[in-house]
């Protein structure tokens, strides 16, 4: 064992940064590992904005925030958890204020909110179109105010399990090369989703699921994990974020026929429908022709010059940059591409997992607040408001308990296995099998899902399991060992989509992002109102039910 | 289409350098990003370079291109391989190199550090709701609130080259996203701290930093809104400080710059004693007007009318620099399309929508 810590938080983008925070604050010895410097991290990446019940652009209130939050995940949240996050919300995003957060501002000086798709009021604190980037930088100011210790471009790759507790991690040091083991009395999983997935996807290279698969492979159940967000406004080819924030600013979406289409499928909320009602309407207008080279239209120039370059200026520079469009001239040409991961580590309202010690924050776990859809502006939310809570939690329990224990036997597996992926020399390098899963994810698990593509995408994870076994990375050396972090990334990517394909054949019904238009095209409740979990057990997931909790609300039909 | 990329490769631990050429098979769109990712999966797996986003938001891939910083996401190669240009890439500058386009950032976050990089916000109950701020008052700091600490500036900063130690513009930015936030109550302290040696009066303003940089956070600005900013303070010790004020009093009294006095006024009377023989000899050939009696510029009236214009409109800090962050985006959008901007639904463009009837359907 190398160091020892009270708190060790895995990952270090949003929710990781805001956990330290609180756990330091609480008194923990708390030390942050990532992959990526903290800022680098893929929080930066969200645009649009934060969810609060603020009040501050109309009538609001913490309540109204819950509904719209359990209709938009068509009733599989649960609904103490979205209690929460809603009426903390408010007094989480003044204290990001308090701290410095370059938030846009109204007319009396206020924190500014814009409308967002399926929500009932304009609710979602913004700046500008870069909200994600001023929060992780202010994060990231209070992180470096406190001297948290941060184990940066360290690869967190293994828990340590002692005692049946979560006691550390394992982690390959980027730079110098060679396996660390931090041990720590509890471990907090902030990394993030696995968009990655995927070929297109607004997801950065660095969201490949590393903290679900830790803690499947600790024995920890993975929730919904079928329940893969496809966000409606991503530009081809590779799937760059252009956030919702132009809708919610009044752009529109047009067909080939310059046809404001969604008329047909959300007529009362149109471009402000919750993104899996959208991304399914532009699948459908795509499929039956009515694209243009597999895009629809997003259309901002009604909005104007002065509106586009004060509020949505990122959009255009990553318009004009990477579709050469400029959208004060032209529609912006989007398709749905994969966002969000609504499902991961199965935790409690404190992040807390089945395993003592471990915890989970932010797109890696599922509490579950988003259920089958989550509404915009509600992921920024909810790493910061689980951030805490799981911060505080993590810090009072290891305040409360004392001994840690990482046995040299985890160590010494850790680098045989290491030793034996190294030492390969004949084979296949990864980045074929990575390639070939992300283009039959996209193909076979993606807005619309068939039982038969289901099945043979079950097919073809197993052989690329087995082509993974036998991987060769080329890279032998110790410094900065790109090739060999990439190779363990695909492994955690793996057994993640074995774990998304097992559900979704699972759900025979139509909820949220997982439509099954062809077999099973509605809601089921009567079946399927509950949660799918997943744990590993001999080389292969198995699949188990947990309901979903319920305290006011009923499920109702939902339309937009 | 074929792309061709000739790349510095660094093995630190065996300390040799070496450049060596590729030449890929790459889609149109590809990125320099994207070319890099090919080499490595194709041609090579020991490449390395750092990547995140793909979307110039994270600041992980700030490389060089011929000796230019970029971000490799963000820089297209179509128009490149069309040229049939081989282009060099390296690593940044001014960092030491860990490996081939990799560098040792920790100099670097090394200087954000030292610029106490958090809002001293100067209570203690911040109150239950927001700070009432408006956005006017916000905007000063709108294009420093834009930097993702990337390092292109830093890899091209001409003082830090000659001055390992200079804080450097992306961490005098950050400087200024804070001196410029009317939230934060350690100004002064601030301000003092940035005017010491290797601070805001060390930077040559070669302007490189300005335009290499990603985002238009325009670093070298915040560094003349820092300056400006101390001289309204009252800070103005430094060399640079005095310098600059020189020019102002300077104007203001005759018109002109009365260039024999500014080096008294910038260095002090007795260091600049050591220069007398110096001066002695310029002035033997004609190169310094005489002192006295001042020569008086005919027109100082508008010289002396433009300073307190500047006066009374408040503009004589940070404001004097830059005069509206909007102001500014929408010059540059001006400048960018010429004086008649097209129609945005004029016959070059897609249609604009059609009108929704009242069934609902489109008419």
Redesign the interface.
């Known amino acids: 064992m190398d160091t020892v810590h009270d708190v060790v938080v895995v990952g270090a983008g949003c929710a990781g940064m805001r956990a330290a925070i609180e756990a330091f604050d609480a008194g923990a010895n708390v030390a942050m590992v990532s992959k990526?410097?903290p800022?680098?991290?893929?929080s930066?990446?969200a645009e649009g904005g934060i969810n609060a019940a603020?009040g501050n652009a109309s009538e609001d209130d913490p309540e109204k925030h819950a509904f719209d939050t359990v209709k938009g995940s068509d009733y599989l949240g649960d609904q103490d958890a979205i209690e929460i996050l809603c009426r903390e919300a408010p007094d989480d995003?003044?204290q990001l204020?308090?701290?410095?957060a370059?938030?846009?501002?109204t007319e009396?000086?206020?924190?500014?909110q814009r409308p967002f798709g399926a929500a009932g009021e304009p609710r979602t604190a913004y700046?500008a179109d870069?909200t994600?980037?001023?929060l992780i930088?202010v994060l990231y100011?209070?992180v470096?105010?406190r001297d948290i210790p941060t184990y940066e471009e360290y690869f967190a790759w293994k828990l340590v399990i002692d005692d049946g507790r979560c006691q550390g991690v394992i982690a390959w040091d980027l730079?110098r090369g060679g396996l660390t083991s931090i041990g720590a009395k509890t471990v907090i999983l902030a990394t993030g989703g696995a968009g990655r997935l995927y070929t297109g996807t607004t997801n950065?290279?660095?969201c490949t699921g590393d903290g679900m698969t830790m803690a499947l492979r600790a024995g920890v159940a993975l929730k919904d994990m079928e329940m893969m967000q496809f966000h409606p406004t991503t530009l081809a080819?590779?799937g760059?974020?252009i956030t919702e924030g132009c809708r919610g600013e009044g752009a529109?979406l047009?067909n080939a026929?310059?046809?404001?289409f969604l008329?047909?499928y959300a007529?009362n909320a149109m471009e402000l429908a919750s993104r899996d009602v959208i991304s399914r309407a532009e699948q459908t207008e795509i499929d039956a022709g009515r694209g243009l080279d597999g895009n629809v239209?997003l259309?901002l120039?009604?909005l104007g010059?002065?509106k586009i370059?004060?509020r949505l200026?990122?959009t255009r520079?990553?318009s004009m940059?990477?579709a050469g469009v400029d959208p004060?001239?032209?529609?912006i040409p989007v398709r749905p591409g994969a966002h969000y991961h609504m499902g991961g580590v199965d935790t409690d309202v404190w992040g807390l997992t089945s395993l003592e010690g471990l915890y989970a924050a932010g797109e890696v776990a599922c509490v579950s607040v988003h259920g089958a859809n989550r509404l915009g502006g509600n992921a920024l939310m909810e790493t910061i408001t689980f951030g805490k809570r799981v911060g505080r939690h993590a810090a009072e329990w290891s305040l409360a308990n004392t001994t840690v224990e990482v046995p040299a036997s985890a160590e010494a597996d850790a680098e045989r296995e290491l030793k034996t992926l190294l030492d390969r020399t004949d084979g296949e390098?990864p980045?074929k099998i990575r390639d070939e899963l992300a283009e039959t994810m996209h193909v076979n698990f993606g807005v619309f899902r068939r039982e038969e593509q289901m099945v043979e995408q079950g097919t073809i994870v197993q052989s690329l399991r087995e082509r993974f076994e036998r991987v060769v990375?080329?890279?032998k050396?110790?410094?900065?060992?790109?090739?060999l972090t990439q190779a363990l990334e695909l492994g955690f990517l793996l057994e993640l989509a074995e774990c998304m394909v097992v559900s979704g054949l699972a759900r025979k019904e139509s909820r949220g992002a997982h439509a099954r238009p062809y077999d099973y095209p509605d809601r089921d409740d009567e079946n399927y109102l509950r949660h799918t979990v997943v744990t590993w057990k001999g080389g292969a997931p198995e699949l188990d039910w947990k309901p979903v909790t319920m305290t006011k609300w009923q499920p109702q039909e939902r339309t937009y | 289409m074929k792309m061709a990329l000739k790349i510095w490769r660094y093995d630190?631990?065996a300390g040799e350098r070496a450049l060596k050429e590729y030449e890929v098979d790459a889609?149109d769109?590809a990125t320099l990003l994207d070319v890099l990712d090919i080499v490595?999966?194709?041609h090579?797996?020991?490449l390395?370079?750092?990547?995140?986003?793909?979307?110039?938001?994270?600041?992980?891939c700030g490389m060089r291109m011929d000796g230019a910083a970029v971000l490799a996401c963000?820089t297209?190669m179509v128009d490149i391989a069309e040229s049939g240009h081989v282009p060099v890439i390296s690593a940044m500058g001014n960092m030491p190199i860990?490996?081939?386009l990799?560098v040792?950032?920790e100099p670097f976050w090394g200087k954000?550090?030292a610029v106490t990089?958090?809002?001293q916000?100067g209570y203690v109950d911040?109150g239950?709701?927001?700070?009432?701020?408006?956005?006017e008052r916000?905007d000063p700091?709108?294009k420093e609130?834009?930097?993702?600490?990337c390092g292109c500036c830093v890899s091209e900063c001409n003082s830090m080259e000659a001055d390992p130690d200079f804080l450097g513009p992306a961490a005098l930015a950050k400087g200024m996203r804070?001196v410029g936030?009317p939230?934060?109550q350690a100004k002064v302290e601030r301000l003092q701290s940035y005017s010491q040696e290797h601070g805001i009066w060390d930077c040559t303003r070669c302007y490189f930093c300005n335009e290499r940089c990603p985002k238009g956070v325009d670093p070298r600005d915040a560094i003349a809104k820092l300056g400006a900013e101390a001289i309204k303070e009252g800070i103005d010790s430094d060399m640079g400080a005095k310098h600059a004020k020189w020019f102002v009093t300077s104007a203001k009294t005759t018109g002109w710059l009365r260039e024999t006095e500014l080096v008294p006024k910038t260095q002090g009377v007795a260091k600049s004693l050591k220069e007398v023989k110096f001066a002695m000899g310029l002035f033997k050939h004609g190169k310094v007007p005489p002192p006295v009696p001042p020569h008086v510029a005919k027109h100082v009236g508008e010289s002396r009318a433009l300073y307190d214009l500047v006066g009374r409109q408040g503009r004589d800090g940070a404001a004097g620099i830059v005069q509206s962050e909007?102001a500014l985006?929408?010059l540059e959008?001006i400048q960018e399309t010429g004086d008649d901007?097209?129609d945005?639904?004029?016959p070059d463009?897609?249609?604009?929508?059609?009108p929704?009837g009242e069934e609902?359907?489109?008419t």
């Open positions: 990526i410097h800022v680098r991290s893929h930066g990446a603020l995003v003044y204020e308090h701290w410095g370059v938030f846009s501002r009396d000086g206020r924190i500014a700046a870069i994600g980037h001023v930088h100011e209070q470096m105010k730079l950065a290279y660095a080819p590779t760059v974020l529109y047009l026929q310059a046809e404001r008329v047909h007529p239209l259309d120039r009604h010059v002065e370059l004060e200026h990122g520079e990553l940059t990477f004060i001239y032209e529609p390098r980045w990375v080329e890279d050396g110790e410094v900065f060992n790109s090739d | 630190a631990i889609p769109w490595k999966d194709k090579d797996g020991t390395a370079y750092r990547k995140s986003c793909r979307m110039m938001i994270c600041g992980s963000q297209r860990v490996k081939d990799v040792d950032m954000i550090r990089p958090s809002l916000p911040p239950e709701k927001e700070n009432i701020v408006s956005q916000m700091i709108h609130s834009l930097c993702i600490m804070f936030d939230r934060d909007h985006s929408r959008f901007p097209k945005p639904y004029g463009s897609f249609p604009a929508p059609l929704i609902g359907a489109a």
